[in-house]
């Protein structure tokens, strides 16, 4: 994709649902006794590979334009799968999915692209085997994975990383397990499973950053709207608050407090963005947004991000960093370890290409530096087939001098499909 630098961005968009609500929209309904209706499904690539996989186990889903109807098979309904299952690049479809495998009686296989195969597993496989499941892993952790389940038994855990899809995975394993599952985190990470179980009809109790499931519970099938995706949203609002005399009205983005953390850091820069409409719908924070060009230049001292809120804005990161170089005292990001073990390693990604774009920076193993007002110049971009690193650098392209190109910018369907169309309906 070609990407030249553009005037300003004016209009009005919806955007597709937000993913990681999608994914558990599907795991959950699947569980649910009877049929669940949800509007808004993501149309992501992600979100598809967790649906082939339940179609794999037996679930039955229909598909319309907008809406998903999905005969939810209760939590002994699955059936063993003919073949491996395929998550893809998901993470979280294999990580979230594992926890419901650990809960069958019968062995199944999960497997990815090559990507995902070079991702961490041992994270779930740790607590899933003491909760009583056998799992194999590939190399000492890798998928593929074998795992044969049942007979659960409930655990009291200490994630020893703030990770939402492995707490996702053992409260799903949770469901399936006697007794009372306890989980504690390091720092709260986003939510959303919590809520929705909760929406379902699920025994959960969350007290500070200690989680407790009930193995005993049923969940009962519902009607869900699923809000657009804020980590999308963040690069319309990045190109919107960049480019002069800029104006865009986003319907319906979740902003729910564990991942609108982006925004509350750009509103600190100085980024002009109103909350119109804002209401809770099942337990979900939503809101329009009003975005509106402005200078992020409120002081000079340069902005650290650091620690707990690393985690609330971890798939922000890549647009932060293309945003950094627009301050006027710079970002320094520390603590974002996890960026490595991405769908690519996002902090060579990010510090690579900014530097074919004549970007200073300065690499951290947990981060990097990036001074403030720096000029861009359009480069050829290695996206690593990262969908958030083709988006983040498409934006840049959208501020440089001379043309950018993105190199496999197919990715971007990962998360993003229309992502080029949307934006360019709205650039000027
Ligand atoms: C996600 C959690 C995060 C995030 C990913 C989606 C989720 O990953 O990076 O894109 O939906 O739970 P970790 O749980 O590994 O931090």
């Known amino acids: ?179 009372s599952t306890i989980i504690s985190e390091p720092t709260q990470t986003r939510n959303h499973t919590e809520l929705m179980l909760n929406e379902f009809g699920t025994n959960i109790t969350v007290k500070s950053n200690i989680i407790t499931t009930d193995g005993q519970s049923t969940l009962h099938p519902c009607s869900y709207t699923v809000p657009g995706d804020i980590s999308s949203a963040a690069f319309l609002i990045a190109a919107t608050t960049l480019l002069p005399n800029s104006e865009l009205f986003l319907h319906s983005i979740g902003i729910n407090p564990t991942r609108r953390a982006i925004i509350d850091v750009l509103l ?8 119109i409409n804002s209401h809770i719908q099942h337990g979900e924070p939503i809101s329009d947004l009003l975005i509106r060009s402005s200078e992020l230049a409120s002081n000079d001292n340069t902005c650290t991000l650091q620690g707990n809120i690393i985690a609330n804005l971890i798939d922000e990161v890549p647009i932060l960093a293309i945003l950094a170089t627009q301050t006027k005292g710079g970002l320094i990001i520390r603590d974002a370890n996890e960026l490595r073990i991405k769908e690519s390693d996002r902090i060579r990604a990010i510090v690579d290409n900014l530097r074919a774009m004549n970007v200073e920076v300065e690499e951290y193993p947990d981060g990097f530096a990036i001074n403030g007002q720096q000029k861009l110049i359009g480069a050829k971009i290695d996206s690593m087939n990262d969908h958030r690193i083709a988006m983040a650098f498409t934006i840049a392209g959208l501020i440089a001098m001379s043309e950018t190109e993105i190199i496999n910018s197919d990715c971007v369907d990962i998360s993003f499909p229309g992502f080029f169309n949307k934006l360019s309906s709205v650039t000027i």
Do not use: W
């Open 268 to 275: 600190q820069l100085g980024a002009n963005i109103e909350f």
């Open 1 to 179: 994709m070609i990407i030249s630098r553009a005037k300003s961005i004016r209009g009005e968009l919806s955007l597709p649902g937000d993913k990681s609500i999608s994914h558990r929209a599907a795991l959950i309904a699947s569980l649910a006794d009877g049929r669940s209706e949800i509007e808004g499904f993501a149309s992501s690539k992600d979100c598809h590979s967790t649906l082939n996989c339940l179609r794999e186990l037996g679930v039955s889903i229909k598909e319309t334009k907008n809406k998903l109807t999905i005969n939810g098979v209760n939590k002994k309904g699955f059936s063993k799968p003919n073949k491996a299952l395929d998550a893809g690049n998901s993470g979280s479809t294999m990580r979230m999915l594992s926890g419901i495998l650990a809960g069958q009686p019968f062995t199944t296989e999960v497997t990815g692209d090559d990507s995902l195969c070079h991702r961490p597993m041992k994270r779930i496989v740790t607590p899933l085997r003491q909760m009583g499941a056998n799992i194999q892993t590939t190399n000492n952790d890798f998928a593929p994975l074998l795992i044969s389940g049942g007979n659960l038994h409930a655990i009291k855990y200490d994630m020893p990383i703030a990770s939402a899809q492995v707490k996702s995975c053992i409260l799903f394993a949770g469901l399936f397990a006697e007794g």
